[in-house]
């Protein structure tokens, strides 16, 4: 089975990524990786064990790697981090981030030149000083070759991003319409 990384840290967004690994489970393995293996605390409380560190993986085992956003602090200083994601891309890898986790794509350099949406303001993205704010798009989703980013609201529409791209859409209008709220078609069938 293939594999994509899945970065967590203390305050990530448990809910910006949850959509996204549900569509790509059974075609993909999820594997999470950290700083350290210390238990990891989400953004609402929940504990997470991570698979691996950064500094573990083999860059050639995966097809990409998934960046939530949540609180900076705790990733601002994660030089591994940077380096992984950029040698993921380097490799013409799936590069994935929603909400702030766009940061990491920006401070690792994956971004320049390239269009790009972030959930921060344009004040906070000049005082960190490595987005160039002439590629900002005010979007829910920006896909740029194999660089996906979203804003952390359009968590739904990363989701899908990140199956298509990676081919697990197996029933395309199925799917949208299911975990866009819009249609359930095995209640319908039920129903008649």
């Known amino acids: 089975m293939k594999k994509i990384l899945l970065?967590?840290?203390?305050?990530?967004?448990?809910?910006?990524i949850t959509v996204a690994t549900a569509m790509l489970r059974g075609t993909y393995e999820i594997v999470t990786v950290a700083d350290s293996l210390k238990t990891v605390t989400g953004e609402s409380g929940l504990q997470f064990a991570p698979h691996m560190m950064f500094q573990q993986v083999d860059v050639t085992e995966y097809e990409g790697i998934i960046i939530p956003g949540g609180d900076l602090i705790n990733v601002k200083d994660v030089m591994e981090l940077y380096d992984l994601t950029k040698t993921l891309n380097d490799h013409h890898k799936l590069t994935a981030a929603i909400c702030s986790g766009t940061y990491v794509l920006a401070k690792a350099g994956v971004l320049e030149d390239k269009p790009y949406?972030?959930?921060?303001?344009?004040e906070q993205r000049n005082f960190l000083g490595c987005f160039e704010e002439e590629n900002f798009r005010y979007e829910p989703v920006v896909t740029t070759e194999n660089v996906i980013t979203a804003q952390g609201h359009a968590y739904v529409d990363f989701a899908l991003a990140i199956a298509e791209k990676l081919g697990a859409l197996n029933h395309p209008d199925f799917t949208k319409e299911f975990y866009k709220g819009e249609r359930n078609r095995l209640m319908e069938e039920g129903v008649k």
């Open 7 to 16: 970065v967590i840290y203390d305050s990530f967004s448990e809910f910006e």
């Open 117 to 122: 949406t972030v959930t921060l303001h344009q």
